[in-house]
């Protein structure tokens, strides 16, 4: 089992920066991607960006909506994955949710508000 723990959300102004972490416990060997899904109440959910590991390759994806706003990165020595937002807008507010996978499988964290106000 892996358990995360997201921390950074809130509310901020639109064109303002905001910085979500989460920190992956337990069972943390062979996490392959770790990544960023957002979802507002009555629409899909999305995948905002992740950041895929293979041996020392890292590849990351972005969604066209966050593309040069959003930068994903990983720390695999602390095993945590952050998501440095810039330039928000008022279409960004949402509830962002950690997920990982680990050997197929996987592991979401609670998700945290960021709201972003015009």
């Known amino acids: 089992q892996v358990q995360l723990v997201e921390s950074g959300g809130g509310l901020v102004q639109a064109g303002g920066s905001l910085r979500l972490s989460c920190a992956a416990s337990g069972n943390i060997f062979n996490i392959n991607t770790m990544g960023w899904y957002r979802q507002v109440p009555g629409k899909q959910r999305e995948l905002v960006a992740q950041?895929?590991?293979?041996?020392?390759?890292?590849?990351?994806y972005y969604a066209d909506s966050v593309k040069g706003r959003f930068t994903i990165s990983r720390d695999n020595t602390r095993n945590r994955v952050d998501l440095q937002m810039n330039s928000l807008k008022p279409e960004d507010t949402a509830v962002y949710s950690c997920v990982v996978t680990q050997l197929g499988r996987y592991y979401w964290g609670q998700g945290t508000q960021v709201t972003v106000e015009s």
């Open positions: 950041i895929t590991t293979v041996s020392t390759t890292s590849t990351t």
